[in-house]
């Protein structure tokens, strides 16, 4: 397996813009968690998913930010508008909990700038 | 919200000197982990420790943990430059398989 898939890597934005990340899980893994990274805050769980249902969304920092996971190897963090507050890194992370080990898989990242 | 917190945030080391750093956290747990993080990559796993454990090795990483002190220790011996990373903990609260992460902690290893 390729591991987590992130796209794009990079992401230059005007503020008010619409932008969408994407994320590719580990096949076969049923948990799916979107994380942000600054330097102020750390890295921030926004959102999870099990079997492709959202189940605690409370780190949605607005209703600006939405997620989404229409099917098991695919989902979509989506920023609408976009303000420069919003420049991190967003990382997106699947496990496949067993027997205790919630080892998570994470991607390479989104670095986002909004201008 | 985050519950572990790393102590010390930033530890610059000569190559083959030991880097230890600790981690706090608040409540109850199934199991700590530690990620490390080289710069512009994402977190990579590197052990888990469950809650009834006290001491786990893997290569050069030994990890405590103390539950009635709430925390957690990881040690890498013999450090190499390409240790240079953050190393962050992360704990599953809850039992509902998320993880919440602390800030991390520097580690510089000089050649």
């Known amino acids: 397996d390729a591991g987590v898939i992130q796209s794009p890597r990079h992401e230059v934005t005007e503020m008010g813009q619409e932008v969408t990340l994407r994320c590719k899980p580990i096949?076969?893994?049923?948990?799916l968690f979107w994380y942000r990274q600054t330097m102020m805050r750390g890295l921030e769980l926004l959102i999870y998913?099990?079997?492709?249902?959202?189940?605690?969304d409370s780190g949605m920092p607005e209703d600006r930010f939405s997620a989404k996971m229409p099917n098991a190897s695919f989902s979509t963090l989506k920023i609408q508008p976009s303000e420069p507050r919003d420049s991190a890194v967003y990382f997106c992370?699947?496990?496949?909990?067993?027997?205790?080990?919630?080892?998570?898989?994470f991607g390479q990242g989104t670095r986002l700038t909004v201008v | 919200s985050q519950q572990g917190e790393e102590d010390p945030q930033a530890l610059s080391i000569q190559e083959g000197e030991n880097a230890t750093m600790n981690c706090s956290y608040k409540?109850?747990?199934?199991?700590l982990q530690w990620y490390r993080q080289n710069s512009g990559r994402g977190l990579v796993h590197l052990i888990l420790?469950?809650?009834?454990?006290r001491e786990k090795h893997s290569g050069r990483l030994r990890v405590t943990l103390d539950t009635s002190k709430k925390s957690s220790s990881l040690l890498i011996t013999a450090s190499r430059a390409a240790d240079t990373a953050s190393y962050f903990c992360?704990?599953?609260?809850?039992?509902?398989?998320?993880?919440?992460f602390g800030k991390g902690n520097q580690v510089v290893v000089i050649p």
């Open positions: 992370a699947s496990s496949r909990p067993g027997q205790g080990n919630t080892e998570a898989f």
């Open positions: 096949s076969g893994h049923d948990y």
């Open positions: 998913f099990n079997n492709n249902v959202p189940i605690d």
């Open positions: 409540t109850s747990i199934n199991n």
């Open positions: 420790i469950r809650s009834n454990e």
């Open positions: 992360a704990t599953d609260a809850g039992g509902n398989n998320r993880l919440a």
